[in-house]
C-alpha cells in the first residue's frame, strides 16, 4: 500500500514505550492512499527517524490497534527532483560544475571575495607576497562559490574601480616577475 503525501500537519515527539527499547515516530499528514485522488488525513509511525517530505510516497502497512487505524512507513520514495539543463564540466578532481555564470556575476564575486580577504592581509609587509596569498584566496573562493552556486549582490561602482588598480598591480607585478 502507499500514500503520497500531499502536505504535513504534525511532527510528533518520538516516544518510548513502556518496557521496550525502541522508540516510535509518528507524523499526522495529509494524503493520497493508493493513487486515489481523494485526500486522507492520516497518521504514519515508524521505528526510526525517517526524512519524510511533501511529494514523497510512502510505502505503508495498515495497523488497526484498538480502533485506532494508523500506518507503518516501510520505505519512503523521495520526489524526482528536476535537474537544470546547464552545461556540466568534469575538471581534474572529478567535481562537478555547473557553468551558469556571467562575466558580471564572475566580476561580483572577485570584487567580493577581494574586498573580504584583501584588509586581513594587510600585515604582510612584502606587497608581492601579499598580492600571491591574496591571488590564492580569492581564486579559491570564487571556485569553491560557483562548485556550491552561491551569488553574490552586484558589487558598486567604488569596488569595479578598485577591481581595476587591483588588476593593474597584479599584471605589473607578472611585468617585473619576467
Not at 54 to 67: F, L, N, R
Not at 107 to 120: H, K, M
Not at 161 to 176: A, E, F, I, N, P
Request: hydrophobic share 30%; glycine share 4%; charged share 30%.
Amino acid at each position: 500500500m502507499n500514500i503520497k503525501i500531499k502536505k504535513i500537519i504534525s511532527t510528533k515527539e518520538p516516544y518510548q514505550p513502556t518496557g521496550k527499547t525502541y522508540k516510535v515516530y509518528s507524523w499526522i499528514v495529509i494524503g493520497e492512499i493508493d493513487g486515489d485522488k481523494t485526500e486522507n488525513s492520516v497518521e504514519l509511525k515508524a521505528f526510526k527517524n525517517i526524512q519524510i517530505e511533501e511529494e514523497a510516497t510512502a510505502e505503508v502497512e495498515k495497523q488497526d490497534y484498538m480502533g485506532r487505524i494508523s500506518y507503518r512507513i516501510k520505505g519512503i520514495k523521495k520526489p524526482e527532483v528536476k535537474q537544470d539543463t546547464s552545461p556540466i564540466v568534469y575538471n581534474s578532481r572529478q567535481s562537478v560544475i555547473k557553468h551558469n555564470y556571467s562575466l558580471e556575476e564572475y566580476n561580483d564575486l572577485f570584487c567580493y571575495a577581494w574586498n573580504l580577504f584583501e584588509p586581513r592581509l594587510i600585515k604582510i609587509s612584502d606587497p608581492y607576497q601579499r598580492y600571491e596569498c591574496l591571488q590564492k584566496l580569492v581564486s579559491t573562493f570564487v571556485i569553491s562559490a560557483v562548485q556550491n552556486s552561491i551569488k553574490v549582490p552586484p558589487s558598486e561602482e567604488y569596488n569595479r574601480g578598485q577591481y581595476t588598480k587591483q588588476q593593474r598591480l597584479l599584471v605589473s607585478r607578472k611585468g617585473v616577475e619576467s
